[in-house]
């Protein structure tokens, strides 16, 4: 099948992921069916005048997704821990997965988080695991993405950052694995392009590996002010942000991610964006 004959479903077509994800699939010419809840929305619309067509559907009423699925090849599928919670994220997951399943998808795509097999105690990466595992029991075809810390949650430290300063429980001295939410994209599109290579891989994906204090440089070149990162206690951290985020950046400190970069871009054929590269085409 060429790739304007395989029509796409994307979940969260009008989150982070999933725009990436539709605008990546675009450009290569596949068919665009995005999923919303709200298809009235001023996100949808934007994303409809670019000849995608939506389809108003949500993950927590399953009824709906039969319709979302008619005619459909693959699908992309990715859930907000941070919206929905632990027990909805899971029951999300798999319940997009189970109506693929019924209607015969060919291909699902599904973005997970790194380390997610590794016993790591994170809600928001066991509740991941948990969706792979279902996945891999239905027998769908799939891949999994697993993602490591996206490089634009650096927007929610801008302000402090174009304050000269931003704080963090990340030790100084501690490299932070990360990517771009568009390297993402790529690597959904091209999994859809070459269903053969991917169908049944799970890929963990990192573009850079980052200390807080090299970000803080590379942040004060683009900006033009000496920008300086303060690390604080991790109680204080948990004190502001609360235990999940506080459990995760201790796990950062004392483990973190493990994504070999170079035999990554090697064995796929791609390069993937660095921090310096990012900042400036961010539109920070």
Do not use: C
Not at 7 to 32: C, D, H, M, P, S
Not at 127 to 136: G, L, M, N, Q, Y
Not at 184 to 202: C, H, K, M, N, W
Not at 247 to 255: K, P, R, S, Y
């Amino acid at each position: 099948m060429s790739n304007k004959e395989k029509l796409i479903l994307v979940a969260g077509a009008t989150g982070r992921q999933g725009g990436v994800v539709t605008k990546n699939l675009l450009e290569k010419g596949f068919a665009v069916r995005a999923m919303t809840r709200n298809p009235e929305g001023e996100k949808a619309l934007a994303l409809k005048s670019n000849e995608v067509e939506i389809v108003k559907a949500d993950m927590n009423d399953p009824d709906s997704l039969t319709a979302a699925l008619d005619g459909v090849y693959g699908v992309f599928s990715v859930q907000n821990f941070w919206e929905a919670g632990n027990e909805d994220e899971i029951a999300q997951g798999k319940a997009l997965s189970d109506a693929a399943k019924a209607a015969d998808v060919k291909h699902f795509v599904y973005s997970s988080v790194a380390s997610a097999n590794k016993n790591t105690n994170l809600s928001h990466f066991d509740s991941k695991f948990e969706i792979e595992e279902h996945i891999r029991s239905i027998d769908l075809p799939h891949t999994i993405f697993r993602p490591v810390f996206f490089m634009e949650n650096f927007f929610m430290m801008k302000e402090q950052i174009d304050n000269n300063k931003f704080m963090n429980a990340i030790l100084p001295d501690v490299p932070l694995q990360m990517v771009a939410a568009n390297d993402i994209g790529r690597f959904v599109a091209l999994a859809f392009e070459s269903p053969d290579r991917y169908i049944g891989e799970t890929i963990e994906l990192a573009g850079d590996s980052v200390t807080y204090v090299k970000a803080a440089e590379l942040f004060s070149k683009e900006i033009g002010k000496d920008v300086s990162y303060t690390p604080i206690s991790l109680d204080d951290f948990r004190n502001a942000m609360g235990d999940e985020y506080a459990q995760m950046i201790d796990w950062f400190n004392t483990v973190g991610y493990e994504v070999n970069i170079d035999e990554l871009e090697s064995a796929n054929d791609i390069k993937l964006v660095k921090l310096d590269e990012w900042i400036p085409t961010s539109g920070w």
